[in-house]
């Protein structure tokens, strides 16, 4: 089956870069995303990458994905307080059906 | 653009009353939506696929008559909790898919349901 895993927390300061990891089990997929959940409401797409890119970037987002070891990594560049939030991977599976990772809260401080 | 909207956004029920939640695509058109729920500090569990003009594909474990899911129109999907219970207490989150943009999932911002 599919399993989508990620550690659960994340601390860094404000002005650092916050690394997030997620690693996959189904290589049939054909986009992988990073959705953003801040407390108490929706996910917000941030941005996808498609199976056949290695990099993505866009603005202060930086997206990795080496389908060989089938890990994924969204860096966020100069991370402010703002970014606090829940972070989701996603792997896109047949029918358009979402397999969510566990999330990884993070926690800029100041 | 991609905007899709849940009402309410939350709500308090008594046990064994039903409850219906509103998912819409406010500026594009969704033949597929889907229903999740969410617990506190887990990821997303989904619930069903919801087909514009045929019937939902529920996922394993979720109860149909239960989790009833109406997708009348290409802009609107239901989700009505029938004879709730505490333990249908949650966060429901609902998404559309805009074919527009490469079948991407954009996500509604929740229905806190406490059923008391």
């Known amino acids: 089956g599919e399993d989508v895993e990620q550690s659960l927390f994340l601390s860094v300061r404000e002005g650092d870069s916050s690394v997030i990891n997620c690693t996959y089990t189904?290589?049939?997929?054909?986009?992988l995303y990073w959705y953003k959940q801040e407390p108490g409401a929706g996910l917000q797409l941030l941005t996808y990458?498609?199976?056949?890119?290695d990099m993505k970037q866009d603005q202060r987002l930086t997206v990795l994905l080496n389908k060989k070891d089938k890990h994924l990594s969204l860096r966020i560049a100069d991370t402010q307080t703002g970014d606090s939030a829940i972070y989701f991977c996603?792997?896109?599976?047949?029918?358009?059906?979402?397999?969510f990772g566990t999330g990884t809260q993070l926690k800029v401080e100041l | 653009g991609a905007v899709v909207s849940q009402h309410p956004s939350r709500v308090i029920c008594k046990s064994g009353t039903s409850v219906k939640i509103e998912c819409r695509s406010l500026d594009f058109q969704a033949t597929t939506m889907f229903w999740y729920r969410q617990f506190p500090k887990k990821s997303l569990m989904l619930m069903a696929t919801?087909?514009?003009?045929?019937?939902?594909?529920?996922e394993q474990g979720v109860e149909k008559d239960k989790f009833l899911i109406n997708h009348a129109s290409l802009t609107l999907s239901t989700l009505t909790v029938t004879s709730a219970h505490p333990e249908d207490s949650s966060f429901y989150i609902c998404?559309?898919?805009?074919?527009?943009?490469?079948?991407?999932?954009?996500f509604g911002p929740g229905t806190r349901l406490t059923v008391l």
């Open positions: 998404s559309a898919i805009w074919q527009g943009a490469r079948d991407t999932q954009y």
């Open positions: 996603a792997e896109g599976g047949g029918g358009n059906k979402l397999t």
């Open positions: 990458i498609f199976s056949n890119m």
């Open positions: 919801s087909n514009e003009g045929s019937k939902a594909t529920y």
């Open positions: 189904d290589s049939s997929s054909t986009y």
